[in-house]
DNA sequence: ATTGGTTCCTGCTGGC
DNA sequence: TGCCAGCAGGAACCAA
């Protein structure tokens, strides 16, 4: 499931592909996404040339020249490959909904077998009023996530903490991998309220969710299932998960069973005895 | 205002 | 061994 990690190690092969490039040809061959493809997408990008691939939240932003902007999410299982030199046209694959031909022959294939995902248009002056990215918190490797920013955004909260972790409007991009894997790094409980975690937690926890979306990041990301890079390989960061996945496993620090709860409709994994 | 529940979709898993 | 019901999961949306 692509969180942020994900959306950044396939927005920086993106990128390599695609940027200063143009775009010859937009293949669309379902309109039926998480939500309705804008009837004019493939008009609206043929002949453009892609100046930036940039990334918001979860969302991939591929910037044009005349200031469009396609707003990508991956969903649970997107995924954008690059291609050289294949035929667009073929073969025909089931679940690959959109196509995009730039420069000299180089394909990007979107695939996304549950279609959750979805691709948007926008412009850039209208980009951070966009409905999809208007409530989106800060992004947690920015300055602006900091320790006071969390206490702030956390305030009045009564769900757990891991569900107002989960929560876009609180902090950008997280999922339910980064989520737990920070809590446990920070020692904190999933299931404490959320507006109890004053200053002194808060900057232990934005700390600990840097630390792990970076060294995720290097890793390129974390492939269960679903996640490949731009270039189609795996990331490996699900090696150095410490509890996600890990039920009834030891805890790395403490030896203690590592427990599986639900919140809010979502597994949590954690160390009940480091995570107090 | 905040929060819990529902929904979208398909592949995989577990139970028989 | 094979089948199928049920589940997982991001996030918008609705209802309370």
Same mark, same amino acid.
Do not use: W
């Given at each position: 499931?692509?969180? @942020?990690?994900? *959306?950044?190690? &396939?927005?920086?092969?993106?990128?390599?592909?695609?940027?200063? =490039?143009?775009?010859? %040809?937009?293949?669309?061959?379902?309109?039926?996404?998480?939500?309705?493809? !804008?009837?004019?997408?493939?008009?609206?990008? +043929?002949?453009?040339?892609?100046?930036?691939?940039?990334?918001?939240?979860?969302?991939?932003?591929?910037?044009? +020249?005349?200031?469009?902007?396609?707003?990508?999410?991956?969903?649970?299982?997107?995924?954008?490959? /690059?291609?050289?030199?294949?035929?667009?046209?073929? !073969?025909?694959?089931?679940?690959?909904? /959109?196509?995009?031909?730039?420069?000299?022959?180089? *394909?990007?294939?979107?695939?996304?077998?549950?279609?959750?995902?979805?691709?948007?248009?926008?412009?850039?002056?209208?980009?951070?009023?966009?409905?999809?990215?208007?409530?989106?918190? $800060?992004?947690?490797?920015?300055?602006?996530?900091?320790? $006071?920013? #969390?206490?702030?955004? @956390?305030?009045?909260?009564?769900?757990?903490?891991?569900?107002?972790?989960?929560?876009?409007?609180?902090?950008?991009? #997280?999922?339910? /991998?980064?989520?737990?894997?920070?809590?446990?790094?920070?020692?904190?409980? $999933?299931? =404490?309220?959320?507006?109890? &975690?004053?200053?002194?937690?808060?900057?232990?926890? &934005?700390?600990?969710?840097?630390?792990?979306? %970076? +060294?995720?990041?290097?890793?390129?990301?974390?492939?269960?299932?679903?996640?490949?890079?731009?270039?189609?390989?795996?990331?490996?960061?699900?090696?150095?998960?410490?509890?996600?996945?890990?039920?009834? +496993?030891?805890? $790395? &620090?403490?030896?203690?069973?590592?427990?599986?709860?639900? %919140?809010?409709?979502?597994?949590?994994?954690?160390?009940?005895?480091? %995570?107090?």
């Amino acid at each position: 499931m692509p969180e @942020l990690p994900e *959306v950044e190690t &396939v927005r920086r092969g993106l990128a390599e592909a695609m940027e200063g =490039r143009r775009i010859n %040809q937009v293949l669309v061959r379902r309109t039926d996404l998480r939500r309705p493809l !804008p009837g004019n997408f493939a008009e609206a990008l +043929e002949g453009q040339t892609i100046t930036r691939l940039s990334r918001r939240a979860k969302y991939l932003l591929i910037c044009l +020249e005349n200031e469009t902007v396609v707003l990508a999410h991956l969903g649970m299982s997107g995924r954008m490959v /690059i291609e050289q030199g294949t035929d667009a046209e073929t !073969p025909a694959r089931k679940h690959e909904h /959109i196509v995009f031909v730039v420069g000299n022959g180089t *394909v990007i294939r979107f695939s996304d077998p549950r279609r959750f995902g979805l691709m948007d248009l926008t412009t850039e002056s209208s980009l951070a009023s966009h409905p999809l990215l208007a409530n989106i918190g $800060p992004e947690p490797l920015d300055d602006m996530f900091n320790g $006071p920013a #969390l206490v702030q955004r @956390l305030k009045g909260r009564k769900t757990p903490l891991k569900s107002a972790l989960l929560d876009q409007r609180v902090v950008a991009g #997280l999922g339910n /991998i980064y989520v737990c894997e920070g809590l446990f790094l920070a020692g904190l409980s $999933p299931r =404490r309220s959320a507006h109890t &975690v004053g200053l002194g937690r808060a900057n232990k926890l &934005v700390a600990a969710t840097k630390k792990v979306l %970076q +060294e995720a990041i290097e890793s390129g990301g974390s492939t269960l299932r679903d996640h490949v890079t731009a270039t189609g390989e795996m990331g490996y960061f699900q090696h150095n998960f410490k509890v996600y996945g890990r039920e009834g +496993e030891a805890c $790395p &620090v403490c030896n203690n069973e590592i427990r599986r709860i639900v %919140q809010a409709g979502r597994s949590t994994f954690f160390c009940a005895s480091c %995570q107090g």
